[in-house]
């Protein structure tokens, strides 16, 4: 079945950047708009980015000019690349993507999430 993957997180110095990746795979038809988002301890899940198949962007106020978000449509993958990292930015990241998936009875859309990566920022 469909799944997304998230990878890069790691232990970070704050104002040290990060990379993170999120691939997508099994039965997939298309995707389409696709987003990071991330919760940290005590706090509910946020949106962080998000991009459409086409590759118009959205951030929160809290990441804009320093994190960008971008995809390979051809890969089937997304990434979100994070500069000047804070404390503040310390989550587990979440990819999330809408995948029209192929079926024994055609395609149907999902909206699917991955496992998560955790990004620790120390000072």
């Known amino acids: 079945q469909v799944r997304l993957v998230e990878s890069g997180g790691t232990l970070v110095q704050a104002g040290g950047s990060l990379r993170l990746s999120c691939a997508a795979s099994?039965?997939?038809?298309?995707?389409?708009?696709m987003g990071w988002y991330r919760q940290a301890p005590g706090k509910e899940r946020e949106l962080v980015a998000t991009i459409t198949s086409g590759g118009s962007t959205n951030y929160a106020d809290s990441v804009k000019g320093r994190f960008t978000i971008s995809r390979d449509n051809a890969k089937n993958s997304m990434y979100l690349q994070m500069n000047s990292l804070k404390p503040e930015d310390t989550a587990v990241y979440y990819c999330?993507?809408?995948?029209?998936?192929?079926?024994?009875?055609?395609?149907?859309?999902?909206?699917?999430w991955g496992q998560g990566t955790l990004v620790t920022v120390s000072s």
């Open positions: 999330n993507a809408g995948i029209r998936t192929i079926t024994s009875m055609g395609t149907r859309y999902l909206e699917v």
């Open positions: 099994g039965g997939i038809f298309s995707i389409n708009a």
